[in-house]
């Protein structure tokens, strides 16, 4: 048998998390070829399991669409943290262990004698991340939150929609995947750095603070300017006259047309070139003094074809522009077929009746890259072999069964 030399093949991570941006780093390291030990509550495991969304057929069977978004190549273990002997084998585990990863209020691991100074007195060289909604630091330390939350918060929402609309959220829970993934380079430097110094490490990471970065240029702007950011809409943030979304005979065109050649090879698609002889429109900076009388121009011509269409044709003279598409229309694009970011399962591994497909990374390597090996699993069905593996009896394990602790 041929050793796995993936990335993080033969580190070890204990998963003490919950929801979605603290599985989905674990996610992703178990994806690279980490070792993930999962431990939920006994009995219905973390209450994301249960949810009902899009399908409530996956949740009524512990199996929820959110839940499975990240769940694959873990082992999955039952563990009541609150009871002393839940504590002990925890710390058993954290020995033995390279990261551990927690996404619990501030403080509340250290009163249960699980939180960093425990984990290191146990094992120095570790590895130690906290995920929370405002970081570990300031006034709202202990403030729980959810994505939508910390949108509203961070000031996203304020800079998103239009002034019709008022604040609009992100549709889908971006900041939580956004954690995340940020997460998972925040584990890996620190596993790295670890390599060469042999420290361990702790690591504060936040759901606000990772937002913050998101809107990193706008915050910038802020800082060196006093302006408050205003709402755009669909107009991008170069400002570009033409950088926005138009109609065309069956639907939305978006471009992002930042810079002259760019804009050139549109007005050649569109056959307007005529426009450069016109003083509005004649430099870059004339453009900008005349905004709506250009986009009513350009808008005009591009009702005359189809979205895809326009996108086909503007593509082809290097000129970014893409249709408004839906979910589905994306997903059955032959583009997202050639980038294999999907794993599917097989009704004979999962039990389902149908195929389950999840997510992997963002990104692929030549060669030994992130891949699902093993579908998510039912609450605590590693329990059994990971508490043999740490030596327990057979009477120590039905004992523990019978307290509830596992």
């Known amino acids: ?11 070890k991570v204990l998963d003490l998390t919950r929801v979605l941006a603290g599985p989905f780093c674990s996610y992703q390291l178990a994806l690279l070829g980490a070792e993930v030990i999962k431990i939920e509550p006994p009995g219905r495991g973390e209450s994301v399991r249960w949810r009902t969304e899009a399908d409530p057929s996956f949740g009524e069977q512990g199996m929820s669409l959110g839940f499975m978004t990240q769940s694959s190549n ?12 839940g504590r002990d ?11 551990v990863v927690q996404n619990i209020r501030t403080g509340s691991g ?7 100074e425990a984990v290191r007195a146990v094992n120095p060289e570790v590895v130690f991340m906290s995920i929370t909604a405002y970081g570990n630091t300031g006034p709202k330390a202990q403030h729980a939150a959810y994505d939508s939350v910390i949108q509203a918060w961070s000031g996203l929402m304020s800079v998103n929609g239009t002034t019709e609309t008022g604040p609009i959220k992100a549709g889908p829970p971006i900041i939580d995947y956004a954690t995340g993934l940020a997460a998972a380079y925040a584990a890996s430097a620190a596993l790295f750095q670890r390599q060469r110094t042999g420290e361990g490490q702790y690591i504060d990471m936040s759901m606000l603070d990772t937002t913050m970065i998101l809107m990193s240029s706008v915050v910038t702007a802020y800082l060196n300017t006093g302006a408050a950011p205003q709402q755009v809409g669909n107009d991008a943030a170069s400002q570009s006259p033409a950088s926005t979304t138009f109609n065309t005979s069956d639907g939305l065109l978006a471009f992002a047309v930042n810079e002259e050649h760019q804009y050139q090879h549109m007005l050649q698609v569109l056959e307007l070139t005529q426009l450069n002889s016109d003083t509005r429109f004649a430099t870059s900076a004339a453009r900008k003094q005349a905004v709506p009388a ?13 979205a895809l269409e326009w996108e086909l044709a503007m593509n082809a003279a290097g000129v970014p522009a893409g249709r408004v598409r839906t979910i589905p229309d994306c997903m059955g694009d032959a583009q997202m077929a050639s980038r294999h970011m999907f794993h ?5 591994v999962t039990g389902f009746a149908r195929d389950l497909q999840v997510p992997l990374a963002p990104f692929g390597f030549a060669h030994n890259g992130p891949r699902a090996d093993t579908p998510p699993r039912a609450v605590g069905a590693d329990t059994l072999a990971i508490l043999e593996e740490l030596g327990l009896s057979a009477s120590r394990i039905e004992a523990l069964r019978a307290q509830q602790v596992v």
């Open 1 to 11: 048998m041929v050793a796995d030399q993936r990335a993080f093949a033969g580190v």
């Open 344 to 348: 599917t399962f097989p009704p004979s």
């Open 110 to 116: 250290d009163k249960r004698g699980i939180g960093y």
């Open 74 to 85: 873990k082992r999955f273990m039952t563990l009541d943290l609150n009871k002393p002997e």
């Open 89 to 99: 084998i925890f710390l058993q585990l954290a020995a033995d262990c390279d990261l």
């Open 294 to 306: 250009l986009r009513a121009l350009l808008q005009a011509r591009l009702m005359t074809r189809t």
